[in-house]
């Protein structure tokens, strides 16, 4: 067996044995368990499991992730072999076309990813401007001119979020209220009924 076929062999293998004990363990340490209980999101931040995450942050994927460099290793190390093996192409050929083709793979694998987490991302993260209409309850009284605290279910999740009156008046805690605006993460109350 000559040295480009083991490096090839090698390759494919590692790169395929890190991509799927990869898939296998993504969940194992990514803290999910920590997550079980209640998600609170209040006041423009969401607490899951202990772990705060702001409102704007979101999951960024990475073209050089382990998943991406897994499947260019696995791609160039198989197709490397194929086209030196069974098409018994020069070496000046095969290498760059395995190259080539491990980056193919590699780019619509991130492209496969990017896609699936943009779509889970936008129908899965509520807006704050969802909440207009919503009637919510008052569980820190609105204090006239100031601000107190409300609760509102939205996509089946409970939020509170600091809130005022639209018209400036006092409002006591347990009253229904309903969201008229939001401005600079202050909710804009009036009363529903």
């Not at 018209?167 to 909710?187: F, H, N, Q, S």
């Amino acid at each position: 067996m000559q040295t480009i076929e083991v490096i090839y062999l090698v390759s494919f293998f590692l790169g395929l044995g890190f991509a799927i004990i990869s898939g296998l363990l993504s969940g194992v340490f990514s803290g999910a368990g920590e997550a079980a209980g209640n998600v609170d999101i209040h006041g423009g931040h969401v607490d899951a499991g202990g772990h705060p995450v702001g409102a704007g942050d979101s999951i960024h994927l990475s073209p050089v992730s382990p998943i991406t460099i897994a499947m260019f290793i696995a791609s160039f190390g198989g197709s490397g072999i194929i086209m030196h093996k069974y098409f018994q192409l020069p070496m000046a050929v095969h290498i760059p076309a395995a190259g080539v083709i491990g980056f193919v793979i590699a780019a619509a694998v991130f492209y496969f990813f990017a896609k699936v987490m943009g779509i889970s991302e936008v129908s899965s993260s509520p807006r704050p401007e969802e909440a207009v209409g919503l009637e919510a309850e008052i569980l820190t009284s609105i204090p006239a001119e100031g601000v107190g605290e409300i609760a509102y279910t939205l996509r089946e999740s409970r939020f509170t979020s600091p809130a005022k009156t639209l018209d400036g008046k006092e409002l006591p805690a347990r009253m229904v209220v309903k969201i008229v605006k939001i401005v600079g993460g202050t909710y804009y109350v009036e009363k529903a009924r």
